[in-house]
């Protein structure tokens, strides 16, 4: 079962934009949550994350929402620029977990010009 | 800067032979991870070690091996490999806290 989930596969926005991608999950065990970002042909690197005592957390242009009861999170890119278009997964650990993560399918975000 | 290095970026195989992926990590992690990317399924666990000669299986660990005989180097093994196989395997490592280094990944083939 996937206990964490991105339902959009691909997401389309005009360079300046708002960029919301979005993910949801089913363990409320969760304690940690992160985002990473991958281009083509590269591992995927480290982007923002938050714990779960928090429901915001902030990083230049990137802001990441945590709902606790709704068991969904949601990074926000704003403004978007061309060099955003990438994969972008998030991923779920618990303290029981050690630092195990549980990936997200991804979404691919294209920014257009 | 974490560096984490796989021995290749693109491998193609025959089905039953025998695979050894490399990964090196030069910051001393304790953890390091092995994955799997497939279209669809994003990123799924393999196997995991926290320490030298340590190992754990992951969500997917049938049909693959792992060895950790120093510090900064994981193995991934593949015992006869078949084309379910094909995938980008990526390694990953850390230290004491969730975020994970990554490599840039082996593109394998399985024919």
């Known amino acids: 079962d996937q206990q964490v989930k991105q339902n959009s596969p691909s997401l389309s926005v005009q360079e300046g934009r708002i960029s919301i991608l979005n993910c949801d999950y089913t363990n409320s065990m969760f304690d940690y949550f992160l985002w990473y970002k991958k281009y083509p042909a590269e591992g995927p690197t480290f982007l923002i994350s938050?714990?779960?005592?928090?429901d915001k957390n902030e990083d230049g242009r990137f802001t990441v929402f945590l709902n606790k009861s709704a068991k969904h999170l949601s990074l926000h890119i704003v403004p978007s620029q061309p060099g955003d278009s990438a994969v972008y997964f998030c991923a779920a650990s618990t303290i029981q977990g050690a630092q195990k993560l549980v990936f997200g399918q991804g979404t691919r975000l294209t920014i257009n010009p | 800067d974490v560096k984490v290095t796989q021995s290749s970026r693109y491998l193609v195989k025959r089905t039953g032979e025998k695979v050894f992926l490399e990964c090196v990590q030069d910051?001393?992690?304790?953890?390091m991870f092995w994955y799997r990317q497939d279209p669809g399924l994003g990123l799924r666990l393999i196997y995991f070690?926290?320490?030298?000669?340590?190992?754990e299986k992951g969500d997917i660990p049938e049909g693959y091996s792992v060895s950790r005989e120093k510090k900064e180097r994981f193995s991934l093994i593949l015992e006869s490999a078949s084309t379910n196989q094909t995938s980008m395997y990526l390694c990953?490592?850390?230290?004491?806290?969730?975020?994970?280094?990554f490599g840039p990944g082996t593109r394998l083939t399985v024919t």
């Open positions: 070690s926290y320490d030298v000669k340590m190992k």
């Open positions: 910051m001393d992690h304790e953890n």
């Open positions: 990953a490592s850390s230290q004491s806290s969730y975020e994970q280094y």
């Open positions: 938050i714990s779960s005592i928090k």
